[in-house]
C-alpha cells in the first residue's frame, strides 16, 4: 500500500489519503495550514486513533510554518493546538501527540526554530507508531494459530495508525510467520470502515478477507466460524474499560457468551489512566445524515432522525488481553496497565 500520510516538507504540504473514497479511488487530500488538518480530522479523510495522533502532530508543524508575523505568532500557535486538539473527542492519540509537541514549544522559539523542531518531531511520532504497531503484531502473534478465522470490527490497520495496524498488524505478523489465517471484517456501519477499508487494505495484501453484516456477528460465533476476535481502540481507562468503534461491546458480549477470546491491540499512547474507568471516556456523536443518508441516497423517512454514536465502551471484564508493545497485559488490568505504563518510563 502507498503511504496514506505522507509530509513533503519541502512545500510544507500534508498529503493525506483521502479515506472517505477507498476502496474505489485512491486520491490525496492536501492541507497546507490547520484549517485543512482540523477539516480531514473532523470530516474523517484521516481516521483512526494514531493515525489522527500522527496527523496532528504534522498540524502542528503547519501552524508553526503559518504563524503570523509579530508578537501574536505565539498565541496564534496556541489557539491553532487548542483547535487541533478539539477536532475529534474519544481517541486519545490525538490530544497525546499534541501534548508532546507542546512540550517541545517554550519561550525562546522563534517561529522558524520551532518549525524545524516540530518537523524532527512529527517524524519521529511517525516512525515510532509504525515500530510500535510492528512490535504490537509480534506480541499478539502467537494468540493465532494455524488455520484461525479472525472477526475484527472497524478498521485497525495501517489506514488507522502511521502503517502496519494494530489488530490488524497481528494478522499480518501471523501472516507473515507463514500461519493460513483468514479473517472476517465486520462492515462497520455507518462509514463502513470493515468493508471499505479493513477489506481493502487485506486484500492488497493477498490475505483472505471477507465481509459480514455487523449484526451477522451472533451467527457466526455460533457457527463456530470464528476462532478469536481482535479489535483496536480509542482510548482504554486506566481499569481497562476500553472505547472503540460503536458495535465493538456487542462483539465482546457475543464473543464471552460462545467462549471466543476477544482481544484489544493498541498502543500504550492509547491509555488514558487519568479516565478511571469507562464512564469519563467522552463519546463522540456524529451528525444523524451519516446513517440516514447512504451513498447520496436518503433511506430513512423524511422527518425521521438517528442516534449516532461514534463510539461504545467494552467493560474490562470482557477483555481477554490488551496487546500491547508493552506485551499482553491481563487482568487485573488496573495492575497490568499501571506496570507497563510505568515500565515503559523507565520508573
Ligand atoms: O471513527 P474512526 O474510524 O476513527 O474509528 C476508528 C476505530 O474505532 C478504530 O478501531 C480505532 O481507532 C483503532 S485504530 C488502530
Not at 144 to 151: A, E, K, M, N, S
Not at 181 to 206: K, N
Not at 314 to 332: F, H, N, Q
Amino acid at each position: 500500500m502507498k503511504p496514506h500520510i505522507f509530509f513533503d516538507a519541502r512545500a510544507m504540504r500534508l498529503h493525506l489519503l483521502d479515506q472517505r473514497l477507498l476502496p474505489n479511488e485512491q486520491k490525496y487530500f492536501v492541507c497546507a495550514n490547520v484549517d485543512d488538518v482540523v477539516y480531514a480530522i473532523k470530516n474523517m479523510v484521516v481516521r483512526g486513533a494514531p493515525a489522527i495522533g500522527v496527523t496532528a502532530a504534522w498540524g502542528c508543524v503547519l501552524a508553526a510554518a503559518n504563524a503570523p508575523d509579530g508578537s501574536i505568532w505565539r498565541d496564534k500557535v496556541e489557539a491553532d493546538l487548542n483547535r487541533l486538539a478539539s477536532s475529534r473527542p474519544t481517541a486519545v492519540n490525538l490530544v497525546w501527540a499534541i501534548k508532546k509537541m507542546r512540550g517541545l514549544f517554550n519561550n525562546r522559539d522563534l517561529p522558524d526554530h520551532l518549525q524545524q523542531k516540530w518537523l524532527a518531531a512529527a517524524s519521529e511520532i511517525e516512525n515510532e507508531d509504525r515500530h510500535i504497531c510492528q512490535a504490537i503484531g509480534k506480541n499478539g502473534e502467537s494468540l493465532i494459530q494455524d488455520g484461525d478465522t479472525i472477526l475484527t470490527h472497524c478498521n485497525a490497520g495501517a489506514l488507522a495508525t502511521a502503517g502496519y495496524g494494530t489488530a490488524l498488524g497481528i494478522i499480518r505478523a501471523a501472516w507473515d510467520a507463514g500461519k493460513k489465517v483468514s479473517v472476517i471484517a465486520d462492515e462497520t456501519r455507518p462509514l463502513l470502515q470493515g468493508a471499505r477499508l479493513t477489506a481493502f487494505e487485506l486484500s492488497e495484501d493477498g490475505i483472505p478477507v471477507q465481509i459480514a453484516c455487523d449484526n451477522a456477528c451472533a451467527t457466526l460465533l455460533s457457527q463456530g466460524r470464528v476462532n478469536l476476535v481482535i479489535a483496536g481502540a480509542d482510548r482504554v481507562a486506566a481499569n481497562g474499560d476500553t472505547a472503540n468503534k460503536i458495535g465493538t461491546f456487542g462483539v465482546a458480549i457475543i464473543a464471552k457468551y460462545f467462549n471466543v477470546p476477544f482481544y484489544i491491540a493498541c498502543p500504550l499512547s492509547t491509555i488514558d489512566i487519568s479516565c478511571p474507568n469507562g464512564a469519563s471516556i467522552p463519546i463522540e456523536e456524529r451528525g444523524e445524515e451519516e446513517v440516514t443518508i447512504m451513498a447520496g441516497k436518503r433511506i430513512a423517512p423524511t422527518g425521521v432522525g438517528a442516534c449516532n454514536f461514534a463510539f461504545d465502551v467494552t467493560p474490562a471484564p470482557l477483555i481477554s488481553g490488551i496487546v500491547t508493545e508493552y506485551g499482553i497485559l491481563r487482568a487485573p488490568f488496573e495492575k497490568s496497565i499501571a506496570m507497563a505504563i510505568r515500565g515503559a518510563a523507565g520508573a
